[in-house]
């Protein structure tokens, strides 16, 4: 399958290397490839110039992801000390991304359902927003690098809602806002592999830029607010949002 999809073009193979929660034969603790399964898709794309990304919640598949290379590896939630040990071993190399926005969003949806299976989603759902939270409070101690986005898209968590992860980090994991706006922002660029000229305000870099009326470091869910958007810069052009629409219109003038 590997092979087929390289083929077709894609620039990225993602294995789902845990299982993921709510499925009873596959569930998010639980590594459901080999060292075999994980080394051949490995192999295959990195033969041929291209990366690998890694859905991985279970500790036993985060080393898995490591020891064979993955690129980029979501999640991680059950990590141990073991598993976070050899992420920061691979730091210089490797990307994470919690995707916590989904979980987040679900446990919000939650409240106040009072029926058998939502309370046991409910429960599930805590579980691992617990274990998310101490195994990336643990990742930004160790320099990991971490980045901001994933899992939206879904009826619950809504493309446009984005900028809700840079809260997420500092309410849930104890990033500096900061630290959260790098997230975004300078590992953002490093994870498409353009951190020479994404990322950063800086000289020769490309002058992509969000201004916003406020100051996210005293306060990062300025982000959130449509009404505080000043201007959009996308390669050096300027956009205005539109009050009336999620889109934004470019400014010739």
Do not use: W
Not at 57 to 73: C, E, M, N, P, Y
Not at 74 to 86: P, R, T
Not at 125 to 144: D, F, N, S
Not at 157 to 183: I, K, Y
């Amino acid at each position: 399958m590997a092979r087929l999809c390289l083929r077709e073009g894609v620039d990225t193979i993602k294995l789902n290397i845990s299982g993921e929660g709510g499925y009873k034969a596959a569930p998010a603790d639980v590594a459901v490839m080999t060292d075999a399964e994980v080394a051949a898709g490995v192999e295959t794309a990195h033969t041929i110039g291209r990366r690998v990304a890694a859905h991985a919640r279970a500790s036993a598949s985060v080393k898995l992801a490591v020891r064979h290379g993955v690129d980029v590896i979501y999640h991680c939630d059950y990590a141990d000390e073991e598993a976070l040990d050899l992420l920061e071993a691979a730091r210089d190399r490797v990307f994470t991304g919690p995707a916590v926005g989904l979980t987040l969003a679900r446990l919000e949806s939650l409240r106040g359902d009072n029926t058998a299976e939502g309370r046991a989603t409910l429960e599930r759902l805590k579980a691992l927003y617990e274990k998310t939270c101490r195994t990336h409070e643990a990742m930004r101690r160790r320099g990991i690098r971490v980045v901001i986005g994933g899992d939206y898209g879904f009826a619950v968590n809504p493309q446009g809602t984005n900028a809700r992860d840079v809260e997420h980090f500092v309410r849930h994991f104890g990033f500096s806002a900061s630290e959260a706006l790098q997230a975004a922002t300078r590992v953002g660029g490093e994870i498409m592999q353009r951190g020479h000229e994404l990322g950063l305000v800086k000289e020769g870099y490309l002058a992509d830029l969000l201004l916003v009326d406020g100051d996210p470091l005293a306060d990062v869910r300025v982000l959130q607010d449509k009404t505080r958007l000043a201007f959009i810069m996308k390669g050096g052009a300027r956009y205005l949002p539109c009050t009336d629409s999620p889109h934004v219109r470019r400014v010739t003038a």
